[in-house]
């Protein structure tokens, strides 16, 4: 990726995922329309590539993030642990 599409991408990092996933659904409904220009889609089809990195990366540290509740023999929560990614 050149300098300057680096840099137009470089909002994207500071996106919450919510954000990059509706940005990322009205890029796909513009690509799918096909009233895009050439040129335009290929914009589009670039940021889009973008989001979705984006918003893979943030469900991986969500999923790292998340842990799972421990039970006592009795059913009650008695802590949490790491969840097990593997």
Same mark, same amino acid.
């Given at each position: =990726?050149?300098?300057? #599409?680096?840099?137009? $991408?470089k909002?994207?990092?500071? =996106?919450?995922?919510?954000?990059? %996933?509706?940005?990322?659904?009205?890029?796909?409904?513009? %690509?799918?329309? &096909?009233?895009?220009?050439?040129? +335009?889609?290929i914009?589009?089809?670039? +940021? &889009?590539?973008?989001l979705k990195? $984006?918003?893979?990366? +943030?469900? #991986?540290?969500?999923?790292?993030?998340?842990?799972?509740? !421990? %039970?006592?023999?009795? &059913?009650?929560?008695? &802590? !949490?642990?790491? %969840?097990?990614?593997?």
């Amino acid at each position: =990726m050149s300098a300057a #599409k680096a840099d137009a $991408h470089k909002d994207i990092e500071k =996106m919450s995922f919510e954000e990059a %996933l509706a940005q990322l659904e009205k890029i796909v409904g513009q %690509l799918e329309s &096909g009233e895009a220009p050439l040129e +335009r889609s290929i914009e589009l089809y670039e +940021r &889009g590539t973008a989001l979705k990195a $984006h918003c893979e990366a +943030r469900l #991986k540290l969500a999923e790292a993030k998340v842990e799972k509740i !421990t %039970l006592s023999a009795s &059913g009650e929560p008695a &802590g !949490t642990a790491p %969840l097990d990614i593997d």
